[in-house]
């Protein structure tokens, strides 16, 4: 068990129907990233918060969103699923704004299907 | 040109090889991290590296940021060490990780 916890490990789901994935960092990591990695691809970054407070942006698309709470949890939502968002969506957290210092904690990741 | 290069792309090795893992950069870096992802997807963080070199049981990271090359070594691999190896400098100017497109490790037996 890396600390990070992300749920649910799979999902399977309709194409235009909306999902939540929820991510818990490691205790005491303020920063919480989030990725997309379609088959065969690399992993892509899509967002990222700092202690409540989106700090980055990557490749989000505008269906997709994302919060963390103040319990520093994070949730990334999906509406409008398409089949081409089927990819493994993995959150990783770090102590600081960034991994430089101390490094990441990748979760295990959801696995989203789109049919 | 991506602003990071990973090869091999793919590499088959028999049990006990010695194997490296190049990596290329462009851009400046204020880290440097090497990743493992096995064939179940999780991600596992091997190494953070700024400068010089670090070792891990049978894994070895180095770094030369004049040259932005990093290299990871396995020693005396084994069929477990079959995964996906990525590198991902941490660009200086916005902390963010670039990522190699990884490359494809298959150790036989």
């Known amino acids: 068990d890396s600390g990070v916890t992300q749920t649910p490990k799979h999902l399977i789901t309709a194409t235009g129907q909306r999902v939540t994935l929820r991510c818990s960092p490691r205790s005491g990591d303020l920063s919480v990233y989030w990725y997309q990695q379609s088959l065969d691809q690399g992993l892509q970054f899509l967002i990222q918060?700092?202690?409540?407070?989106?700090?980055a942006k990557g490749n989000i698309l505008e269906r997709f969103s994302a919060q963390q709470f103040p319990d520093l949890h994070s949730e990334l939502n999906l509406s409008s699923l398409e089949l081409g968002d089927s990819a493994l969506y993995f959150c990783a957290s770090s102590v600081a704004y960034s991994g430089g210092l101390y490094g990441y904690t990748f979760g295990s990741g959801t696995r989203l299907t789109v049919v | 040109k991506n602003e990071v290069e990973q090869s091999p792309q793919n590499l088959t090795a028999q049990e006990g090889e010695f194997i490296t893992i190049n990596c290329s950069y462009s851009v400046g870096i204020s880290a440097l991290h090497w990743l493992q992802q096995h064939p179940g997807g999780g991600i596992v963080s091997l190494f953070m590296l700024s400068s010089g070199k670090k070792k891990h049981g049978r894994l070895i990271a180095t770094i030369n940021i004049q040259e932005k090359h990093s290299s990871l070594h396995i020693t005396a691999s084994h069929p477990r060490d079959s995964a996906v190896y990525i590198c991902?400098?941490?660009?200086?100017?916005?902390?963010?990780?670039?990522w190699g497109a990884g490359t494809k490790l298959i150790i036989k037996p």
């Open positions: 918060y700092y202690n409540g407070e989106e700090r």
């Open positions: 991902a400098p941490e660009v200086d100017s916005n902390y963010q990780l670039i």
